[in-house]
């Protein structure tokens, strides 16, 4: 993955307090479905060792001038479509870093990971979500309640969807070596 202003890598155990402080954010935890809250440096070594276990979640750690400021990636869900999410630090806010990460990651999913169908969801109490996803042109399904680990219940969600164009298939096509 690649973009303007962001580089993107695999999380390792030393990125451990860093993941803590951002996603140890109330106001970023509890807009996610996963993250806990209190959420310690163990709480992110865990985590980040359950990334790498090959069990099907793939994350990247976003970097901004060499200082990590967040993260992406996917699940697969049981229709083989990646269920895309992210979250950047509150103190780089505002900045377009999650509509740029989030392109480069819808841009991976179609390219070079093969998806034919991507999906993602937000809280309706989380307008910047909700702004970001339409950005990435994703086209809203309908209402649904999802849990959340933070708020230790469950919460209203939008769901959308995205499906791969002729475009992002033809440079799959463009991208892979001759068979
Ligand atoms: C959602 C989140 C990733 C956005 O990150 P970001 O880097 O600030 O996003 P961007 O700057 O790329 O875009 C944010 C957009 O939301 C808009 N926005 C921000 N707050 C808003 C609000 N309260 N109401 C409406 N729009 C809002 C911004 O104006 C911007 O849109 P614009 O470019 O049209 O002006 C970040 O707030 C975050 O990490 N939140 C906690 C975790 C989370 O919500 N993850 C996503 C789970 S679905």
């Known amino acids: ?17 860093a993941v803590a402080a951002i996603s140890g954010d109330w106001d970023v935890a509890r807009m996610t479905a996963r993250i806990p809250y209190p959420y310690s440096v163990r709480d992110a070594e865990s985590w980040i060792a359950s990334v ?32 895309i999410g992210y979250w950047i630090a509150r103190s780089r806010w505002g900045q377009g870093f999650a509509t740029e990460a989030g392109r480069a990651l819808v841009g991976h ?18 307008p ?12 809203l399904i309908g209402p649904a309640a999802g849990w959340s680990d933070a708020r230790q219940h469950e919460a209203p969600i939008l769901r959308y969807e995205q499906w ?10 463009t991208a892979r070596p001759a068979a």
Request: with cysteine; hydrophobic share 35%; net charge positive.
């Open 1 to 17: 993955m690649r973009s303007r202003r962001l580089s993107y890598r695999a999380l390792t155990q030393t990125d451990a307090a």
């Open 52 to 83: 790498g276990d090959g069990t099907g979640e793939f994350v990247r750690g976003i970097e901004h001038d060499s200082v990590l400021i967040g993260a992406c990636g996917y699940v697969v869900d049981a229709d083989g479509a990646a269920e």
């Open 109 to 126: 999913c179609f390219r070079s990971a093969g998806f034919r169908r991507l999906t993602c969801c937000h809280f309706t109490d989380n």
């Open 128 to 139: 910047a979500s909700k702004r970001v996803i339409e950005k990435l042109g994703f086209r």
């Open 164 to 173: 791969r164009t002729w475009a992002y298939y033809l440079s799959l096509r």
